[in-house]
Each structure stands twice: as C-alpha cells, then as structure tokens.
C-alpha cells in the first residue's frame, strides 16, 4: 500500500508541473493588457514599458514561467496586481468560505443520494423508482446557476423575502454565519447528488445480483442486512470514485455560486481576477484547485482498499 502511494505521488509531480505551466500561460491569452488596465487608458508609450518591465511582462513567458515556479517552490505565489497583497495571504483569508461551501454541498449530496439510490435499487421498477429518477434527471439537466438565480428572485416576487447576501463571519454570529451558506451549498449540491444517486442505484442493483447476495436471501437474512451489509459496501466503490470527481466540480462551481450569493470565497476572488486580469491571483487560485484534486484523486485511489479488502496494491 505504501509503495503504491509512493508511486502515486510520483506520478502526480509531472501531471502538477505541466498544470501548472497551462495555469501560467493561459491567463495571458485573456484578451486586454493588464498594464493599460490597470493605468486605466491614460497612459502609453515609456510609462507603460516601465510598468511591464516591473511586473516581469517583457520577458519571455518560459523565462517567467521558471522564476514564477521557483517562487512558487519557496511558498510564494507572489502579490496581487490590485490588492497589493500576497496572494497566499488573500486566500487566507477567502479559502475558508470556499471550503465551508463546498463541504456543506458535498455532505448534503451524500447525505441525500445514498440513502435514495438504496431506496431506488430496493424498489426497482416500482412508482417511487421512478419518480427519484426522474427527479435526478431533472437535477442532473436543470443547470446550477439558472436554480440558484430563481432562488433569490421569486421569493423576492412572491413573498417579498431576500435571502441574506451581507456575509457574517462565523466568530461574530454562528447562526447567521451557517445561514448564508446553507441556500447556495444545498443548490450546488444538487447536481452531485442527482449524478451519486443514480450511480448508486446502478451499482447497486448490479451487486444485488451476484451469487453471495443470492445465498444471503437464502440464508433467511433480513433485506436490510442483505442490502446494506452485504451488497452496498461493494456497491460504494464505482460511487467513491465519482464521489472524488464531483469535488473538482463543486470547486468549479463555487465561482458562480460564490458570485451569485456574495460569498467572499476563493472563488469569487477568482472571477475578480478574471475580470482585472490579475495575473498573480489567477495562478495562485487556479494552482490551489489542481493540487486540491489531484491530492483528492490520490485519497480515493487509498480507500478503495478499505471498501474492498479484496483489492491489494503490489
């Protein structure tokens, strides 16, 4: 198992350094000059010249890739454009909200989708079978954005209510704290759980048909001891696997949902960026989710071996 790991780790040194160079160079393909932006059209000709010599714009972008990627070895990820800041500092400060947002959505789609995926499987074919997938269809097809939109305007419409947009810090009020999380996490957290459950029912119901659960309903044992001792454990491996690609997803999404709801999270800091074309916190964010993935890739590798003692790593 420990060599196994090891390996692992080695293959992901060469998949983060060709990341990270597609992380340095893209956000130079953004349409705009920074420097014009950030002078705002009033300058031009030396002034600009000066300002891209200081920010390391005139070099050539493998020259600046090398001494970017040095300092990111050293922890630095350099300092906003705008913020005037360490970029390790601002996410700091915003990686928190993101991960409380993330988490939230992940604990409600596993928190929903098993239990119903079991219920699907346990009742196939059956009125309620087909009503818990029709509605993770409709999950999986209605787009994340377009819910979370409705959600702040027909309350609005209908009821004159406002969900809470003003961001309170967990140290001054919990509740209200938990509160402007708990809306944009269940929306974002809606497509995993259609796409878990439906995983769920499909493993399931394979594993249901194998010879050990069939001697288990012959033995006598209770359905719930047949389906959730005996067939869901080996069920769960196919969903730990999906369950470790929807993080990359619901990191991808907190950028819109971040937005919609004024969450001061990594993602809206993103899309700021975007928009001003800051360099150095474009990487910094963009570096900090692919290490965040394929760190989660290698920890869902580890626990199939827990699910399954059969499996042994050589």
């Given at each position: 198992m420990?060599r196994?790991?090891?390996?692992?780790?080695?293959?992901?040194?060469?998949?983060?350094?060709?990341?990270?160079?597609?992380?340095?160079?893209?956000?130079r393909?953004?349409?705009?000059?920074?420097?014009q932006?950030?002078?705002?059209?009033?300058?031009?000709?030396?002034d600009?010249?000066?300002l891209?010599?200081?920010?390391?714009?005139?070099?050539?972008?493998?020259?600046?890739?090398?001494?970017?990627?040095?300092?990111?070895?050293?922890g630095?990820?350099g300092?906003?454009?705008?913020t005037k800041?360490?970029?390790?500092e601002?996410?700091g400060?915003?990686?928190?909200?993101?991960?409380?947002?993330?988490?939230l959505?992940?604990?409600?789609?596993v928190?929903?989708?098993l239990?119903?995926?079991v219920?699907?499987a346990?009742r196939?074919?059956?009125?309620?079978?087909?009503?818990l997938?029709?509605?993770?269809?409709?999950g999986l097809?209605v787009?994340?954005?377009?819910?979370?939109?409705?959600?702040?305007i027909?309350p609005?419409?209908?009821?004159?209510?406002?969900?809470?947009?003003?961001?309170?810090?967990?140290?001054?009020?919990?509740?209200?704290?938990?509160?402007n999380?708990?809306?944009?996490?269940?929306?974002?957290?809606?497509?995993?759980a259609?796409?878990?459950?439906?995983?769920?029912?499909?493993?399931?119901l394979?594993?249901?048909?194998?010879?050990?659960?069939?001697t288990?309903?012959?033995?006598?044992?209770?359905e719930?001891?047949?389906?959730?001792?005996?067939?869901?454990?080996?069920a769960l491996?196919?969903?730990v696997?999906?369950?470790?690609?929807?993080?990359?997803?619901v990191?991808g999404?907190?950028?819109?949902?971040?937005?919609?709801f004024?969450l001061?999270g990594?993602?809206?800091?993103l899309?700021?960026?975007?928009?001003?074309?800051?360099?150095?916190?474009?990487?910094g964010?963009n570096?900090?989710?692919?290490?965040?993935v394929?760190?989660?890739n290698?920890?869902?590798?580890?626990?199939?071996?827990?699910?399954?003692?059969?499996?042994?790593?050589?």
């Amino acid at each position: 198992m420990q060599r196994y790991v090891l390996r692992r780790l080695l293959v992901a040194v060469p998949s983060l350094l060709i990341a990270s160079f597609v992380i340095f160079a893209l956000p130079r393909l953004i349409p705009g000059d920074v420097v014009q932006l950030m002078l705002e059209d009033k300058a031009y000709g030396r002034d600009l010249d000066d300002l891209r010599a200081r920010l390391g714009l005139d070099r050539p972008i493998l020259e600046q890739y090398v001494t970017w990627l040095a300092r990111v070895a050293r922890g630095d990820l350099g300092e906003s454009l705008w913020t005037k800041r360490p970029v390790f500092e601002e996410l700091g400060r915003r990686v928190p909200v993101s991960l409380e947002l993330g988490l939230l959505s992940l604990i409600f789609a596993v928190t929903v989708a098993l239990p119903v995926g079991v219920l699907a499987a346990a009742r196939q074919d059956t009125a309620a079978d087909y009503l818990l997938r029709t509605l993770a269809i409709v999950g999986l097809s209605v787009p994340g954005f377009w819910i979370a939109t409705l959600a702040l305007i027909l309350p609005a419409v209908w009821w004159g209510w406002i969900p809470r947009r003003q961001f309170v810090e967990l140290s001054r009020d919990p509740a209200a704290h938990v509160a402007n999380l708990v809306l944009p996490a269940v929306i974002l957290g809606l497509a995993s759980a259609a796409a878990i459950m439906r995983l769920t029912r499909a493993t399931l119901l394979e594993a249901l048909r194998h010879d050990y659960v069939r001697t288990a309903w012959a033995k006598g044992l209770r359905e719930r001891a047949v389906v959730l001792k005996h067939a869901l454990r080996n069920a769960l491996i196919p969903v730990v696997t999906v369950l470790g690609l929807q993080v990359s997803a619901v990191l991808g999404g907190t950028v819109i949902f971040e937005t919609i709801f004024g969450l001061p999270g990594m993602g809206r800091f993103l899309f700021d960026a975007i928009n001003q074309r800051d360099y150095p916190v474009i990487q910094g964010v963009n570096l900090l989710i692919v290490t965040v993935v394929v760190v989660v890739n290698l920890v869902v590798d580890a626990l199939y071996a827990l699910l399954d003692p059969r499996i042994r790593y050589s």
